[in-house]
């Protein structure tokens, strides 16, 4: 494009040239109405009816391709000027997401199927080349409108209302859960390692997507056959092992690093207590009959997070004089407030945390008569762990006596 290449007075033009695509690209979910006709993709359209005196149509028959032809560009053009100060202070970023948020709300209910998938491939190329960019204009603000867009982008996309056709395969459905998990993937890398340069409310919005994803779901048209498979056990599984990556980072440097740490495993001890409480009580209800396959692998995946959260909070943890684990209870005041991560780096854990950690022991107990042989191997790898929290109490001396 000549313009990439022109003088300083052309390049102002940035903005209004991405404008005018992102208002083709619009046209991809919503075509231009003719008059007071109603348009319609020509999926929808009622050409085999004929009918006398009928309503006349306006159908759109290459507003889909033009559409997406021009996010195309937009993409393209977005690489190659998106440090620029024009793109940067008007905002082309966030306008980019605003717009693509629509086809990937739609999702399935998008009069072409290419359309989303499109925009979801679209989106992860521009966030990667825009996000570095947002970074670095942290302290400036020109991006603070924007991640409140980009979260809603995202959770529109990942928990979308609509439903898949009846007669979408099961590898397609796979493929598309492929797609889910790629954005999972763009959170876990280009996100979260930057909690510091990123507002704590999005970072929330995060963590509270990644415990909601973390749960296994399925859409309620999918029969029995298939719901083992359309359970998009691979995006639920991607969720629940970054919340487990960034319970305990190693790499905590700053505050706000640390604040998303602790975020990240409070979110991760509260959904294994979930998913814990529902595993007993369906287990009783079922009687004799076994539990799904699905549900079964969930459970032990949990299991075993919580044996290698623990080991990872015993790695942190100080030691005593003795070289035992020293509880909580059991801290200095300074030893109290902080777990020690690696050399000088220093992680605070408060009294909730230690408490959700805690909380989960009675309910693993619970957990020992269930009846399949798996669960309880990993229920023992579980409950191992619990054996350095577990210390005579120490007396304590006061005036002298103890």
Same mark, same amino acid.
């Given at each position: 494009m000549a313009i990439c290449v022109g003088p300083e007075?052309?390049?102002?033009?940035?903005?209004?040239?991405?404008?005018?695509?992102?208002?083709?690209?619009?046209?991809?979910?919503?075509?231009?109405?003719?008059?007071?006709?109603e348009t319609k993709h020509i999926a929808n359209a009622k050409y085999n009816q004929i009918q006398l005196f009928a309503p006349a149509e306006w159908v759109a028959l290459n507003y889909v391709p033009f559409a997406e032809r021009s996010l195309e560009v937009v993409v393209d053009l977005y690489q190659k000027t998106a440090c620029h100060k024009a793109v940067v202070n008007e905002k082309v970023l966030q306008n980019i997401i605003k717009t693509l948020r629509v086809p990937l709300s739609l999702k399935y209910s998008c009069p072409s199927e290419s359309t989303w998938k499109l925009a979801v491939a679209s989106l992860l190329k521009v966030l990667s080349i825009g996000l570095p960019v947002a970074r670095q204009h942290a302290s400036s603000g020109k991006f603070d409108s924007m991640w409140p867009e980009l979260a809603s982008t995202l959770e529109d996309f990942l928990f979308t209302k609509s439903t898949p056709p009846d007669n979408l395969s099961i590898q397609e459905f796979q493929r598309n859960e492929s797609i889910d998990v790629e954005v999972v993937q763009l959170i876990s890398a280009e996100i979260l390692p930057y909690a510091n340069l990123i507002p704590k409310a999005f970072v929330g919005q995060m963590m509270t997507m990644l415990n909601r994803g973390s749960i296994h779901s399925q859409p309620s048209s999918f029969t029995e056959a298939e719901?083992?498979?359309?359970?998009?056990?691979?995006?639920?599984?991607?969720?629940?092992?970054?919340?487990l990556q960034f319970s305990f980072s190693n790499k905590v440097t700053t505050p706000q690093e640390g604040y998303i740490s602790r975020?990240?495993?409070? @979110? $991760?001890?509260?959904?294994?207590? +979930? @998913? $814990?409480?529902?595993?007993?009580? +369906?287990?009783?209800?079922?009687?004799?009959c076994p539990l799904p396959r699905q549900q079964v692998t969930e459970i032990i995946f949990v299991l075993k997070a919580v044996s290698t959260l623990i080991d990872s909070l015993k790695k942190t943890q100080p030691e005593n004089g003795n070289g035992r684990f020293a509880p909580h209870n059991n801290m200095t005041s300074a030893s109290r407030s902080y777990v020690r991560i690696e050399h000088s780096t220093k992680l605070k854990v408060d009294g909730n945390t230690w408490a959700q950690v805690i909380a989960l022991y009675p309910t693993l107990v619970e957990c020992i008569t269930c009846s399949s042989s798996e669960v309880c191997s990993a229920l023992k790898e579980a409950l191992v762990p619990f054996k350095d929290f577990m210390q005579p109490p120490v007396s304590k001396v006061q005036n002298g006596e103890s």
């Amino acid at each position: 494009m000549a313009i990439c290449v022109g003088p300083e007075n052309m390049q102002i033009m940035y903005p209004a040239i991405f404008d005018q695509l992102l208002a083709f690209v619009e046209f991809s979910c919503k075509p231009p109405q003719y008059g007071q006709l109603e348009t319609k993709h020509i999926a929808n359209a009622k050409y085999n009816q004929i009918q006398l005196f009928a309503p006349a149509e306006w159908v759109a028959l290459n507003y889909v391709p033009f559409a997406e032809r021009s996010l195309e560009v937009v993409v393209d053009l977005y690489q190659k000027t998106a440090c620029h100060k024009a793109v940067v202070n008007e905002k082309v970023l966030q306008n980019i997401i605003k717009t693509l948020r629509v086809p990937l709300s739609l999702k399935y209910s998008c009069p072409s199927e290419s359309t989303w998938k499109l925009a979801v491939a679209s989106l992860l190329k521009v966030l990667s080349i825009g996000l570095p960019v947002a970074r670095q204009h942290a302290s400036s603000g020109k991006f603070d409108s924007m991640w409140p867009e980009l979260a809603s982008t995202l959770e529109d996309f990942l928990f979308t209302k609509s439903t898949p056709p009846d007669n979408l395969s099961i590898q397609e459905f796979q493929r598309n859960e492929s797609i889910d998990v790629e954005v999972v993937q763009l959170i876990s890398a280009e996100i979260l390692p930057y909690a510091n340069l990123i507002p704590k409310a999005f970072v929330g919005q995060m963590m509270t997507m990644l415990n909601r994803g973390s749960i296994h779901s399925q859409p309620s048209s999918f029969t029995e056959a298939e719901i083992d498979i359309r359970l998009r056990e691979e995006f639920s599984k991607m969720c629940f092992e970054t919340l487990l990556q960034f319970s305990f980072s190693n790499k905590v440097t700053t505050p706000q690093e640390g604040y998303i740490s602790r975020m990240a495993l409070s @979110v $991760l001890l509260k959904r294994s207590q +979930d @998913v $814990l409480h529902r595993y007993i009580e +369906d287990e009783r209800l079922s009687g004799k009959c076994p539990l799904p396959r699905q549900q079964v692998t969930e459970i032990i995946f949990v299991l075993k997070a919580v044996s290698t959260l623990i080991d990872s909070l015993k790695k942190t943890q100080p030691e005593n004089g003795n070289g035992r684990f020293a509880p909580h209870n059991n801290m200095t005041s300074a030893s109290r407030s902080y777990v020690r991560i690696e050399h000088s780096t220093k992680l605070k854990v408060d009294g909730n945390t230690w408490a959700q950690v805690i909380a989960l022991y009675p309910t693993l107990v619970e957990c020992i008569t269930c009846s399949s042989s798996e669960v309880c191997s990993a229920l023992k790898e579980a409950l191992v762990p619990f054996k350095d929290f577990m210390q005579p109490p120490v007396s304590k001396v006061q005036n002298g006596e103890s």
